[in-house]
C-alpha cells in the first residue's frame, strides 16, 4: 500500500510563492509517474504538473514558467514550487502517484485526474487574494 500525504498549501497574495510538498511512504520502490492536480470549486479537476522517473516534467499551459515540480528521491519527496500566483491558481492541490509506472511525464499529465490513476494524497489548500 501507498500514503501521500501533502503540505505546504496556504493563503498569499497575487504575485506571492508557495511550495507545496507530498511524502510518499509504503511500496514506492519501483518506476513512478507522479504528479499534482487541483480542482477548484465548480470546476474539474486539472492536471499541473508531472514527473517521471527519468526526471521528465510536464506542465499545463496555465502554469508553464511559473510552476516547478521536482522530486527529492532519498527523501522520496515531491515538490511543487509555485511562484508568481494568480487569484485562478486557486484551490485544492492533490498529489497523485502511479507506481510500477510505464507512463512519460506527458501522459501521466494527461490521466492523472482520473480516480483510477493510482493514489492520491488528501489535498492541501491553495488560497490567492487579489
Known amino acids: 500500500q501507498v500514503r501521500l500525504v501533502e503540505s505546504g498549501g496556504g493563503s498569499v497574495q497575487a504575485g506571492g510563492s508557495l511550495r507545496l510538498s507530498c511524502t510518499a511512504s509504503?511500496?514506492?520502490?519501483?518506476?513512478?509517474?507522479m504528479g499534482w492536480i487541483r480542482q477548484a470549486p465548480g470546476k474539474e479537476r486539472e492536471g499541473v504538473a508531472a514527473?517521471?522517473?527519468?526526471?521528465?516534467?510536464a506542465y499545463a499551459d496555465s502554469v508553464k514558467g511559473r510552476f516547478t515540480i521536482s522530486k527529492d528521491n532519498a527523501e522520496n519527496t515531491l515538490y511543487l514550487q509555485m511562484n508568481s500566483l494568480k487569484p485562478e491558481d486557486a484551490a485544492m492541490y492533490y498529489c497523485?502517484?502511479?507506481?510500477?509506472?510505464?507512463?512519460?511525464?506527458?501522459?501521466?499529465?494527461?490521466?492523472?485526474?482520473?480516480?483510477?490513476?493510482?493514489?492520491w494524497g488528501q489535498g492541501t489548500q491553495v488560497t490567492v487574494s487579489s
Open positions: 509504503g511500496n514506492t520502490n519501483s518506476r513512478y509517474s
Open positions: 497523485a502517484a502511479q507506481f510500477h509506472s510505464t507512463l512519460t511525464a506527458v501522459q501521466a499529465l494527461g490521466l492523472m485526474s482520473r480516480p483510477d490513476f493510482g493514489y
Open positions: 514527473i517521471d522517473s527519468d526526471g521528465r516534467t
